[in-house]
């Protein structure tokens, strides 16, 4: 076991956070800790730690285990460049090689008793740097190092002058390389891109400590924890199993309480009618019959009612005006910031009604391109044309569009004045904006905050094109799903840039990979892309490299985006051929469905005497059996034909 929390209870300003919570955590065992902002699960993470006091219960860790602590914010200071900072977590290593070497040194000098001390010295330091795999400790930086999305030509930064998102990453690294016994990770995924997330969880699966994450990514839970300890109304409850596992048993338990509830309330109402009758008599024996029963009610243990789900709250965005078929074209667009050269004779075309998410590595120019089609930013070449009929509602990851001496309520009802109170405060709710937070300035927000208003200020928008930038970082699972179900039954068309890998695969329609200086073409979501990537990558940058025209060739699966190309009409087609092979298969599923009911019927009509003595009417149904029998056969033939 490394830790365990026996009945924990935490309070701020007099309001319990939660209380009563047990778990352990034993050694090499991978648990998140889920639930909705503000639950407490960084709160609980700095108590385990001990960055904040235990107001109730205990926290018992087993001697000798070391815990390592990622916060989600962090301030680097000193004047160490990243690799340097970085290495300081390898320092008892590199002070144990630096006393080898003054050893060896000494060593040539010695003689007698003093030689043999220091032999025996270095032989059990250098057994023991062999043991912590010591020669092996700089290649194991650099390993970390890119795999949270560093290039070498940037080991050399100083960590001053990097962003909150790259101080993190820094911090991470570093935690990962000191190998404590148990390592708790804040939001690790917030600020890396998603061959970073993959590298991550690949360590963080084979890592021989226990691993403890605060993580709104699914996709990331699933595939590294074991156990899910959830924080919830108040309560801290344990589930085994990854995130799919411990979803699928919260609706189960949700439905079961949720049936349980209903079923006592009905009871009770029914006890409360048949006391109010028992009284209306106004006989001795019926009221003392009606105080038996008021006294049997009041000893019932009442089962609360489950806790209602944001996800209750639907949004249906509906653009007011609809656009043209083309929606956006772009046309030989490049661009290079200095000697760092992003994209160029880029050549993308967006249809009305898709939903195109574009992924790559931090840095590669995602943010760029959505800026150079919002106009924040002019490309080095090429034109960007909008549509017939194209209205864009941008939303920015840096939440610049909005103004700080608002409240959160007048952000939306000065941008909507035609709603109404009741839609403010529902809109403001499901991105957990709830009570009197509706009347906090905005520039008393977080970065969190900030986010989560924006994206609901947006939400709103009566336009017709959705550019959105990172719209997830910031939000729980909850209002994730929200999210999911509005932009998958958007009619109108959606450009967005995201890390997020689950939410990737349930909105996209169509994903384009930037990767070494193009845009490569995937018709499809995340499961598609990650069967198809190895493949259709490889093969884009084979054509790119071989193209001397350095103009983008046309556009097919394989290579990078085009617009109207033979190859991409092709691919649409095939699509919908496939999209049409599949409503043929379900139609002859369900006429053979319908007519084996009408055969049950059949069947049964002929066993009824009404039926079987009318000589006419036997036979007129004997025929239609026959007929059914042989419809059957032959829809059973197309299936078959289809499925092959």
Not at 27 to 54: C, F, R, W, Y
Not at 83 to 94: D, F, G, N, Q, S
Not at 631 to 639: A, G, H, S, V
Request: aromatic share 8%; glycine share 8%.
């Amino acid at each position: 076991m490394i830790f365990s929390c026996s009945h924990l209870g935490k309070s701020f300003s007099g309001e319990t956070l939660f209380s009563g919570g047990s778990f352990r955590i034993e050694d090499k065992e991978k648990a998140a800790i889920v639930g909705i902002n503000g639950a407490g699960k960084s709160t609980l993470l700095k108590m385990i730690v001990g960055e904040l006091p235990v107001d109730e219960g205990e926290i018992v860790f087993t001697s000798g285990k070391t815990i390592g602590y990622l916060a989600q914010h962090q301030d680097l200071s000193g004047n160490r460049t990243i690799y340097e900072e970085v290495r300081t977590a390898k320092e008892p290593l590199i002070r144990m090689e630096q006393e080898i070497r003054r050893l060896e040194a000494a060593m040539k000098n010695a003689s007698g008793e003093e030689l043999a001390s220091m032999m025996e010295t270095y032989t059990r330091l250098n057994h023991e740097f062999e043991l912590q795999d010591g020669y092996a400790y700089e290649s194991e930086i650099t390993g970390v190092l890119k795999g949270m999305g560093f290039t070498e030509d940037e080991f050399g930064k100083h960590c001053q002058e990097l962003s909150g998102g790259q101080k993190t990453r820094v911090s991470l690294g570093k935690l990962l390389l000191t190998k404590p016994d148990c390592i708790l990770l804040d939001e690790p995924t917030n600020h890396l891109d998603i061959s970073s997330i993959v590298w991550l969880e690949g360590y963080l699966r084979s890592y021989p400590g226990a691993v403890v994450i605060v993580a709104h990514d699914r996709y990331f839970l699933d595939r590294v924890v074991g156990k899910v300890i959830e924080v919830e109304a108040g309560k801290i409850s344990v589930y085994t199993g990854n995130y799919s596992a411990y979803a699928e048993k919260k609706q189960m338990l949700r439905n079961a309480a949720l049936k349980l509830y209903l079923k006592q309330q009905q009871e009770i109402r029914h006890q409360e009618a048949v006391i109010q009758k028992l009284k209306s008599f106004n006989r001795e024996k019926s009221i003392k019959r009606a105080e038996s029963r008021e006294k049997m009610l009041a000893k019932i243990e009442r089962v609360d009612k489950p806790q209602e789900l944001n996800d209750s709250m639907v949004f249906t965005l509906e653009p007011n005006v609809t656009s043209g078929k083309d929606v956006l074209t772009l046309e030989d667009i490049s661009k290079s910031f200095g000697n760092q050269k992003l994209f160029e004779h880029v050549n993308i075309e967006i249809k009305r009604g898709e939903r195109v998410a574009v992924i790559g590595s931090n840095g590669t120019g995602k943010t760029t391109l959505l800026k150079i089609i919002n106009g924040l930013v002019d490309a080095d070449s090429g034109s960007c044309t909008l549509g017939a009929k194209v209205s864009i509602g941008y939303y920015d990851q840096e939440q610049q569009l909005l103004t700080e001496s608002k409240t959160l309520f007048e952000e939306i009802s000065d941008a909507y004045p035609y709603l109404d109170n009741t839609a403010i405060r529902n809109t403001l709710a499901a991105f957990l904006f709830t009570g009197d937070d509706v009347f906090k300035l905005v520039s008393a927000l977080s970065g969190g905050e900030r986010g989560r208003l924006a994206l609901a200020k947006m939400i709103l928008s009566p336009c017709n094109f959705l550019i959105l930038d990172e719209p997830t970082n910031h939000l729980d699972m909850t209002s994730r799903e929200i999210l999911e179900q509005a932009l998958s039954s958007y009619t109108g068309t959606v450009l967005y840039v995201s890390h997020d890998r689950y939410f990737v695969n349930k909105t996209a329609t169509r994903i384009l990979e930037l990767t070494g200086g193009t845009f490569v073409n995937y018709i499809g979501n995340y499961d598609y892309y990650l069967e198809k990537r190895e493949e259709l990558t490889a093969a884009a940058l084979r054509q790119t490299a071989g193209n001397t025209s350095g103009k983008t060739p046309p556009v097919q699966a394989a290579t990078p985006v085009s617009a109207g190309a033979t190859d991409w009409k092709a691919q649409k087609e095939e699509a919908a051929r496939q999209r049409k092979k599949e409503n043929d298969i379900k139609k002859a599923e369900d006429a053979i469905a319908a007519l084996e009911a009408r055969e049950a019927e059949i069947d049964d009509l002929l066993t009824q005497e009404d039926v079987f003595t009318n000589v006419p009417r036997l036979m007129e149904l004997n025929k239609e059996k026959e007929s059914i029998q042989e419809q059957i056969l032959e829809w059973m033939d197309k299936w078959e034909e289809l499925q092959s």
